[in-house]
C-alpha cells in the first residue's frame, strides 16, 4: 500500500513557476514508477509527465515538452513536478501517482497512461491567471 500527497499548488501568474511535490508512505517508493497527470474542469484526465523508478527514464506531455520537468528523492520518498512558464492553460488539478505492476512500467520503466498507476493522490489544485 501506498499512499500519496501532494503539495505545492496555488495561484500564479503567467510565466511564473510553481514546484509540486508528492510525498510517499511505505519503504518501497523506490520500485515504483511515478506519474503527473491533470484534470481541468469539465476535461479528462491527462498525463502530464512521469519517471522510472530510479529516475533515469523521463516521459513528457508535448504540452509541457521544455517548461517542466519531474525528478525524484527516493531517499525522502518524494517526486517533484517543477513548472516553469506557467500558461492559464495549465490550470488544472494535478495528481501524482504510483505504480510498478504494469506492463508499459516493466518493460519502459515508466507509463503515459493513467490506468498503469496502482495509487493516487488527493490532487492539489493550480491555477495560473493571465
Known amino acids: 500500500q501506498v499512499q500519496l500527497v501532494e503539495s505545492g499548488g496555488g495561484l500564479v501568474q503567467a510565466g511564473d513557476s510553481l514546484r509540486l511535490s508528492c510525498s510517499a508512505s511505505?519503504?518501497?517508493?523506490?520500485?515504483?514508477?511515478m506519474g503527473w497527470f491533470r484534470q481541468a474542469p469539465g476535461k479528462e484526465r491527462e498525463f502530464v509527465a512521469a519517471?522510472?523508478?530510479?529516475?533515469?527514464?523521463?516521459y513528457f506531455a508535448d504540452s509541457v515538452k521544455g517548461r517542466f520537468t519531474i525528478s525524484r528523492d527516493n531517499a525522502k520518498n518524494t517526486v517533484y513536478l517543477q513548472m516553469n512558464s506557467l500558461k492559464p492553460e495549465d490550470t488544472a488539478v494535478y495528481y501524482c501517482?504510483?505504480?510498478?505492476?504494469?506492463?508499459?512500467?516493466?518493460?519502459?520503466?515508466?507509463?503515459?497512461?493513467?490506468?498503469?498507476?496502482?495509487?493516487w493522490g488527493q490532487g492539489t489544485q493550480v491555477t495560473v491567471s493571465s
Open positions: 501517482a504510483a505504480g510498478r505492476l504494469a506492463r508499459a512500467i516493466l518493460m519502459d520503466g515508466a507509463s503515459r497512461l493513467a490506468d498503469d498507476y496502482e495509487y
Open positions: 511505505g519503504r518501497t517508493f523506490s520500485s515504483y514508477a
Open positions: 519517471i522510472s523508478w530510479s529516475g533515469d527514464i523521463t
